[in-house]
C-alpha cells in the first residue's frame, strides 16, 4: 500500500505543470550562468579570473562547464519526463473535448 501512494505521488508530481515549471525556471537561471561565464576555457584562465577562492567553488558546481554538465542534463532529462507524463495524462480529456466540438452548437 506504502509503494502504491509513493509512486501515485511520483506521478503527480511529475505529470504537474507546477513541476515542469520550476524545472524551466532552474535552467533558465543555469542557462544564464553559462552564458554569462564563458564555458571550456583553460583552468588558468578562471584561476586568474575568480581567485584561488571561487575558483574550485565553482569547479565543483561545474559551472565551467555547465550544458555538459551532470545536473544540467538530469534536469533537461527530468524536463523531458515531466513533459512527456504531463502529455499522455492530459491527452484523453483533450481528445474527447476535440470530438465533442459543435461549431454550431446553440446555447
Given amino acids: 500500500m506504502r509503494h502504491r501512494s509513493t509512486s501515485r505521488a511520483l ?4 505529470s504537474s505543470m507546477r513541476f515542469a515549471i520550476s524545472l524551466l525556471t532552474i535552467l533558465g537561471i543555469a ?8 564555458q571550456n576555457e583553460p583552468y588558468n584562465n578562471y584561476l586568474n579570473q575568480f581567485g584561488p577562492f571561487w575558483f574550485p567553488v565553482f569547479e565543483k558546481l561545474e559551472l565551467y562547464t555547465v550544458y555538459n554538465s551532470v545536473w544540467f ?3 533537461l532529462g527530468f524536463l523531458v519526463l515531466s513533459t512527456s507524463t504531463c502529455i499522455v495524462r492530459q ?3 483533450m481528445l474527447r473535448d476535440m470530438r465533442s466540438f ?6
Fill in 11 to 14: 506521478y503527480e508530481l511529475l
Fill in 73 to 75: 542534463l538530469t534536469i
Fill in 102 to 107: 459543435r461549431e454550431s452548437a446553440r446555447e
Fill in 31 to 38: 542557462s544564464i550562468i553559462g552564458t554569462v561565464l564563458k
Fill in 91 to 93: 491527452a484523453r480529456p
